[in-house]
């Protein structure tokens, strides 16, 4: 009896063991085996299904677990779903204008905008060509006015490679009658070059040997091209810093953008190569019209007209007796501020004539800023009441801003109201001035010197608004 109860004893034992891996747990091991279930080293997981524990949104990961029987776990990240998108009023681009792709995510409402790209105007010939001048037209409605090189006065005819050596083919003009004056243009040209070799080089010169002694005049622009207006000095350079190759230019001609926005007065205008400009070739030059100016009377060649034969002098007539001076006209004018010139500088000379390239500066201080008539007394030169006062006569510069030109530079001297008998006070601009004292430069063009004359003794402009 004693032997069958010891052999039970040992047999369960021995099972107890091989349940537990083969040693006696401890106390602390037989505490927590109770808690959860034990596996043998011959133990097999036998996982479930997967179950999301937390759902993937459009940007952020998900997760999910199974369980063995055992009690056993497993983890995973589930993959951000991403956005759905969907349109959400895209502005289609147009010729000239920037579109924008607006889209909407559908789950989370996620936005976008992406710029498209502006087409390219279609420009076709609009009318006859006036003088130089071919009026272009696109069907988006915009305007453009096309310049051929060949029409160009100044360029060697022989040849459409602008140089490096000074010469005939060193500047380009153009009589701009029969475009929109005082509007903004975007400069384009159409050329190739005449090496694909070149295409690494810039629209500006980058040797700091050959930059010029002034940048910002026409003769010494450190630019390979540039333009300028109304034969002034001041050279328009080109907006644009790309090489010729990031531009598109090759040996086979196409259109580039030079100039992305410039005012124009619709007079003379002129491209030039700069001190190193060579390699490019040219065929014409495009003005796309930017904003509104003011229109002016397109350009008609007149016919000459015979001779007339002169007629008898006319006897002389008696003196009349002087006339009583009559009451001053009313101006409309609420201010009027008169600027002495006790110093007329290089302005005028003894003669009382315009000096070429001759300034005078003087300061005057107004109460309002805003817009006021800028007044000069004058009268006209022998043979100058025809003249239109454009830079070739005077240019304006308020604090030191650019030069700007006459906005009356479309009207002759006898349609400002000068005559060649009395000193009178014309409206010659608008200047836009501020409140305080102001400085106001007079400068003189390359045609001055005998259309307008001037008392210098008692020189002085007017203000008035």
Not at 399 to 417: C, Q, Y
Request: aromatic letters at 6%; one cysteine or more; hydrophobic letters at 30%.
């Amino acid at each position: 009896m004693k032997k069958s109860s010891l052999f039970v004893v040992s047999l369960a034992a021995a099972m107890f063991l091989v349940a537990c891996g083969g040693k006696t747990p401890t106390p602390e091991e037989s505490k927590t085996n109770t808690d959860k279930p034990t596996t043998s080293q011959n133990h097999k997981h036998s996982y479930g299904e997967w179950t999301e524990t937390k759902a993937p949104t459009c940007t952020e990961k998900g997760q999910k677990e199974r369980t063995c029987e055992c009690g056993e776990k497993q983890t995973q990240d589930v993959a951000a779903k991403g956005h759905t998108f969907v349109d959400d009023g895209t502005v289609e681009a147009t010729c000239g204008k920037e579109g924008e792709l607006k889209q909407k995510c559908s789950v989370c409402g996620e936005t976008k905008t992406e710029k498209i790209p502006a087409k390219a105007h279609t420009f076709v010939e609009d009318g006859e060509k006036q003088g130089v001048v071919q009026k272009m037209k696109c069907e988006c409605g915009a305007t453009a006015y096309n310049l051929l090189i060949a029409d160009a006065t100044g360029w060697n005819k022989s040849t459409t490679k602008w140089n490096a050596k000074s010469g005939s083919d060193a500047t380009a003009t153009w009589n701009l009658n029969g475009i929109v004056p005082h509007a903004h243009y975007k400069i384009m040209v159409e050329a190739g070059l005449s090496y694909d070799s070149h295409q690494d080089r810039y629209w500006y010169n980058q040797h700091e040997t050959d930059t010029g002694s002034n940048p910002d005049t026409a003769d010494q622009s450190p630019w390979r091209y540039f333009f300028s207006q109304n034969e002034s000095e001041t050279a328009i350079n080109p907006t644009n810093m790309k090489t010729w190759g990031e531009d598109g230019l090759s040996t086979t001609p196409a259109w580039v953008e030079v100039v992305d926005d410039v005012e124009l007065d619709a007079t003379i205008f002129s491209a030039h190569h700069g001190n190193i400009g060579y390699s490019m070739i040219w065929s014409q030059v495009r003005l796309i019209q930017l904003t509104d100016g003011t229109a002016v009377t397109p350009y008609t060649p007149t016919t000459p007209t015979d001779p007339t034969t002169p007629t008898d002098p006319v006897d002389p007539v008696d003196p009349v007796d002087p006339t009583t001076p009559t009451d001053p006209v009313e101006t409309g004018y609420t201010t009027e501020i008169k600027v002495d010139m006790p110093d007329t500088g290089t302005f005028i000379g003894d003669d009382g004539k315009q000096n070429k390239g001759g300034s005078v500066t003087v300061k005057a201080t107004v109460t309002d800023a805003g817009e006021y008539d800028l007044l000069l007394p004058a009268k006209i030169g022998s043979g100058a009441e025809s003249t239109a006062l454009s830079t070739r006569q005077i240019t304006i510069k308020i604090n030191d801003a650019d030069a700007i030109n006459p906005t009356n530079n479309d009207k002759t001297s006898t349609e400002l109201g000068y005559n060649s008998t009395e000193y009178k006070e014309a409206v010659i601009s608008k200047v836009t001035l501020a409140a305080g004292e102001n400085t106001i430069t007079l400068a003189n063009g390359a045609g001055a010197g005998y259309r307008l004359l001037m008392d210098k003794a008692n020189m002085y402009i007017k203000l008035a608004k």
